[in-house]
């Protein structure tokens, strides 16, 4: 068996401008490259309006991208009509940020799970459709008593529960979750990310988890990938963009994060991020830092990052 990990998506060179009437483009992806290998979990993370949403989207085929190109499966998604289509919308499924609005208020939980079920002709009679709902449930730590129930009778993180059963429901490889556990009481965050965790061990799954926080995406990342202004600024594993974060926008988000002890705290100056830097017009390419580690840089910012590591 060869050591090369599997690409189960390949994003090459993606840009994406939303036109809102006239003479406003907004380039919400701007000539961004990376791969999600199979099996990992991909974090994303930056400010609000950094294009990480929109990436998510985009990989799902719910948005056109202007240009680039993206493989999923070794398959370009860009012409997939028809049957193939339909199995892409199978592998690749969306966790929501707001379970609440996300869940049909008006239908059962029964049938809110079994909706892909339906969709894609899993079940061949209704004694199995039954049976492949309650199965999920207990996979999400729900039960039997839950399924004639509405969306509104839960709690939050019961019904992102529900999210994550009604994405399980038609067995996907790949599962975008966008901020999934931002909406939820920081008493339960934890209990969601864990089940997550589990469900992605168990099932197989590789996820690209969007977050705005690089502390709550570096518990269940393998690797991160930060955002800004549409652009991929910095990818690596997740110890190294934790601990060693190179570019300077990364920097200033982990100098964000409070630390506990209130001595430190005091004496803690946040770094503020200067992007002035990054309008000067040269152009940026991906530059390997460290083996696995890349930066948004020019030629000249790579070999200062090196110098600064000693490399
Ligand atoms: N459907 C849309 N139409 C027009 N502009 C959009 C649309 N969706 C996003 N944008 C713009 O694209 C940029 C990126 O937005 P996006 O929602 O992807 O960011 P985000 O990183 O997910 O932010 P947040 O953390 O707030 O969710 C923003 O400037 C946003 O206003
Ligand atoms: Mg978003």
């Known amino acids: 068996m060869s ?29 961004v ?5 199979e099996g990992e979990v991909f974090g994303l993370v930056g400010e609000s309006g950094s294009g990480k949403t929109t990436m998510g989207r985009t990989i799902l085929k719910l948005y056109d991208f202007d240009s680039g190109e993206i493989n999923f499966n070794n398959k370009s998604i860009t012409n997939l009509k028809g049957k193939e289509l339909k199995d892409f919308r199978k592998e690749a499924q969306m966790i929501f940020q707001d379970p609440q609005a996300s869940l049909n208020g008006r239908m059962k939980v029964l ?9 894609h002709n899993l079940a061949s009679s209704k004694k199995e459709r039954d049976e492949m709902v309650e199965k999920l449930l207990e996979l999400v730590g ?25 994405a399980l429901a038609v067995g996907p490889k790949f599962i975008v979750a966008d901020e999934p556990i931002s909406a939820l009481d920081v008493s339960i965050q934890a209990q969601v ?17 969007v977050a705005h926080d690089l502390s709550m995406v570096k518990y269940i990342s393998d690797r991160i990938g930060v955002m800004h202004w549409g652009k991929m600024l910095e990818i690596g594993t997740s110890e190294d963009v934790y ?19 209130p001595e430190i705290e005091k004496e803690r100056t946040p770094l503020v991020y200067d ?18 580690h890349f930066v948004l840089s020019t030629k000249e910012e790579a070999e200062q990052y090196r110098k600064e590591r000693n490399i």
């Open 33 to 37: 490259s990376f791969d999600i290998y």
């Open 142 to 166: 729900l039960n039997k008593d839950h399924l004639t129930r509405y969306p509104h009778e839960f709690s939050g993180g019961q019904r992102q529960r529900i999210g994550i059963a009604r």
């Open 3 to 31: 050591n090369e990990k599997k690409k189960l998506v390949e994003i090459k060179n993606v840009s994406l401008t939303f036109n809102t009437g006239k003479n406003n483009a907004v380039k919400a992806i701007d000539n």
């Open 111 to 119: 049938d809110i799970i079994a909706e892909g079920i339906d969709i």
């Open 243 to 261: 601990n060693n974060p190179i570019h300077p926008y990364t920097k200033s988000l982990l100098s964000a994060i409070p630390v506990t002890d």
């Open 193 to 209: 990310v864990n089940l997550m965790k589990k469900l992605q061990h168990e099932q197989g799954l590789t996820y690209l988890f």
């Open 275 to 292: 992007p002035t830097a990054e309008l000067d017009g040269q152009e940026r390419t991906m530059h390997e830092i460290t083996p696995g």
